[in-house]
Structure formats: structure tokens, C-alpha cells
């Protein structure tokens, strides 16, 4: 069974359709990244699957728990760190805690005991006792995750939690989300952070404008791109396809007013693309080679669709 | 309905959070505690009114303010502070969140109120004539009261200033046509069919029953409407914020 399991989602706001057509399979145990430019739809997502906005069309199952029709059971399963809202500023790190534990029904005991844990392990043993208002960024954002772990959930999710945080709050974050992944949690991250999806996940998945174009593991979707170079180059004046299926040329792809043609062996689609051209008559308006990383694979993706 | 323990604790802790958090907002104390007194000194001391008359309006103007007074502050405040979206995130639905609002409010209500009650008992005497209608008067009051506060707080805004003045335009002028200052039997015209269209008006009916036996309408019609009243002022706080919701956050 999957942990977390979303089919055909789709959510329109006034203006644009914020995710359209959305499915993910996240297996338990996992770390799953969602990886996406500015506006890409990664918040719109997360808010649907975690059941705070109902989305127009599709479905979403927690550990098979329809969060539709069983919203609270569902919520029971997973911790949420959203991107923007966060825990009570005129209450107390411990305060907030006790709330969140409470919202999980945890028994007093048994909340002390990991409140005390937790705040140690978070670094805020010494505030626990100040209001949250006086944090810094950092150290509120350390408070919203141990709110969110407090019930060890087995579904975490984190919406850009490390962005904007200083060098050693971020750091935190990350082991946190590595120690509940190896106690068994399942986690779903959504980043614009290419190292950070490349070291922590196992699956990424590109999001862009609303609709996800690519799914795979960090290692694979580098070695496509690894293996592939890519060339890229404009014309004078409309072309077909056919001019571009030649000697060496794996994949083409119109992007702008530009096509990206794929290839293992650049030099040879260089001769080949001007060979052409000129027994053609064609003009090249510009032509440029690119050796790609994923953050050039991210790009690439996300800008041609 | 495997979920309604889950749901009930969810109200309960909304509640909690709610009491621990926003009784001592200003807005809270301003509107909800120091206004009715104001009213109270500015219309019933030195008038030469005896007092004991007007004692169930204004304690029933009393609990209007309070029970009132938490509901239309909370989720602007929470919208406004970036805390609603987390809230929403925990176990719990938006009508836990209502529902827990209202409760903060009633809480609130009756709390102060039953102690203005009491406090009072030393200076005036306030008799209860009936003592089933005097505690269906205070429940079914804050209720209607708090209720009215949950749906206040529904305007898609996240500030809390403009919810509190759009909130005070509403409540304002119900106290001047609910029969408080001038008893429903005086009243004639439109004044009257006014008074017959606000809800405060059947409370404060309610407690002219119960607390000097001179009633206007019937204690089972004022406790019907009050009911009715809260019902669907319910329906209406989640049909909107539901509405509210499906734009976005
Ligand atoms: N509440 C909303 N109302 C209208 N448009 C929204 C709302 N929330 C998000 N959007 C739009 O939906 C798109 C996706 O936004 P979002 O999910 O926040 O992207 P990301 O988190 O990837 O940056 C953006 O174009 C954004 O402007
Ligand atoms: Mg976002």
C-alpha cells in the first residue's frame, strides 16, 4: 500500500488552474521530493493532499484512508510543516507543544516525556518557557516541526522547510527529517532546493505550472541528462521536425522559439545541423551546447513546459 | 461515524486554545466587557429607573456583548497571524474550528455574565421567578449570541479591525431596537416590527420571564427562535467560510 497515494488532481483559483491533473504514488518509508519553480503548484499540492483545501476533481489516500471522507482519521496519520502558517506566537514553545499533542490525543504523560525530548533534541530546552513571538525564524520554524513530530506521524509532510533559515537551524531540519525517516515515517518535501531533493530523496518529482513532467530517483533523472547533452538551436524561419531527426540527434523539443535537440554526441549534431542548414539555405540564428547537472536537468524540464 | 470522538476532542482543544488565547485580547475586553458597562451607567444609573425592571435586559444585553465579543476576533486574527492554515492542518475540520469558536464565545458569555448576576445580588434585589426558564435564558442566549459571533468572524478578511467595526455595525444597533432600553410593551409601529426581527429580542424576552414573570411571547416561542436562531447562524458561518475556503487559503 502506498502511504500517500493522489489521483488526478486538479484545483483552479480564479485566475490560473494551480494544479491540474496531478497523480503521485509515495511508497511508505520513502523520502519524496516535489521540486518546482516559484508558482509551480508545489503549495496548492500539498494543501490538497494533506486535506486543507478540497480539490475541484480527484482523490487522495492516506495509508489508504480516503482524506475526503475521513478527514480526521487521515489528519490522525500525518504531521503537517506548511509553508507559511505556524505555531501560536503568545504561547510558550511548551504551550504550543501540549496543544499539539492534545490535537493528537496524546495523554499528559506520555507528552511530557516527548515534549521534553523533543525540545531537547530542537535545541530550545532553554526557551521552552518563552513565547514564541521572541523566536527567531529559525527557531519558530523548529517549534512548528516538533509540533508536527510530537505523535512520531507516520506521514510527514514539509512544505520548503528549510528556506530562509539560518546555516545551522537548516541543518537541524535536515536530520530531522532523516531520523523520523529511518523511525519508519514516510516523507513528503517540496523544495526549490536541487541539492537538498538530490541528497535526502529517494523519488523527485518536477512540477511545473500545475502539472508534474518528470518522476524519478535524483541518480536517474542526473544520468539522463549526465549521458545527454544537449544542443540548442534557432532558425531564421519555421523548420520541421524532419530537419531534426538527423545523424545523432536522440530527442527534439521546441522550447520558446528555440529547439532543444538531445543528443551523446554534440560535435556530430554540430556538423550535421550546419551541413544542413547550408544545403538548405536556412539561416542559424543562434546555436549553444550544454553540459548538464540536475539543476540543469531541473531547468531544462521546467522551462520547456 | 468512527470519527466523532476524534472530532468532539478537536473542539475541545480549539476551545482551550481559544480561552488561553483571546480573552484577553483588547478587542475582546473592550467590546465584550467594558462596552456593556458603559452602556449600562449611560442609560440605567440616575435615571431614576428602578432598576430591579430593567435588570433582566441588561443582564441579557450583558451576555449579548460577551458571548458575542470572542466569536468575530479569532479567525481573522488567526488568518491575519498565519497560525488558521496550521490549525487546519491538525486533526480537526472548519467546523471543529466554528464550533470551537463558538464554544470560547459561550464560555465567555456565561461566565461573566453568571458573575455580573451574582455581583449584583449585594447592591439590587434580583429575584428568579423561574429557575428552568432563568437557565434556558442563559443557555439558550449565549447560544444564539455566540453563534452570531462565529458567523461575524466569516467575511473573507484577515484583519481584525475591520471584522471588529463590521462586527459592532451589526450589534450595535440590535441593542437599541431589542426592547432593552424600552420595554417591547411600549413599543409601537416600526419599532416594533423591528424589535419582532432581532433575535436579542426573544432573549431578552426569555429573561423577563424567568427572572420578573412579565413576558411578551410565550417561553416556548422565545426559546424556539433562539434555537432556531443559532441553527442557522451556524449553517450559514460554515456555508460561507466553506465558500471562503474553496477560493483558496
Ligand atoms: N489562494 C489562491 N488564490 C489564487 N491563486 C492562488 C492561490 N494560491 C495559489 N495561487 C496560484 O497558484 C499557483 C501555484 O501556487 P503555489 O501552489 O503556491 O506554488 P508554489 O508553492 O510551487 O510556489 C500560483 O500561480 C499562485 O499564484
Ligand atoms: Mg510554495
Redesign the interface.
Known sequence: MDAIRAEHLKKAFATVTAVNDVSIAVKEGEIFGFLGPNGAGKTTTIRLVTGVLTPDTGTVHINGIDIHRHPLDAKMQMGVIPESSTVYGDMTAEQNLHMSGKMYGMPRALRDERIDEILLRMGLSEKRHTLVRTFSKGMKQRVNIACAIIHRPRVLFLDEPTSGLDVQSRRLVIETIQDMNEQGSTIFLTTHNIEEANTLCQTVCIINKGKIVAQDSPERLKKMFDTTQSVEVSFDRPVGRDLLSGEGILRAEPCGDKWRLYTDNPDQVLKYLIGRAERESIGITSLATSGPSLEEAFIQITECT | M??VP??L??II?IT??NM??YYTKPPVLMFGLLFPLFMFFAFFVGRHLDLSTFFPAFLAMMLFFTASSVGPLITPWEKR??????L??????QDSIILGDVAAGAVFGIGISVLVWIASNFFIVVGVTNWVLFSLAFLLGTLSCATLGALLASPASDSPPNVMIFSNLIRFPLIFISGIFVPLQQMQGWGLTLAYCSPLTYMVDLFNAAMSGRSVFSPLTDCSVLIVVSVGFIVAARFIQKRN?????
Request: hydrophobic residues 35%; positive net charge; aromatic residues 10%.
Open positions: 468512527m470519527e476524534l472530532f476532542r478537536g482543544v482551550g486554545k488561553r488565547l497571524e498565519k497560525t488558521y492554515e496550521r487546519l492542518s491538525y486533526p480537526v475540520t475556503m474553496m477560493k483558496g487559503m
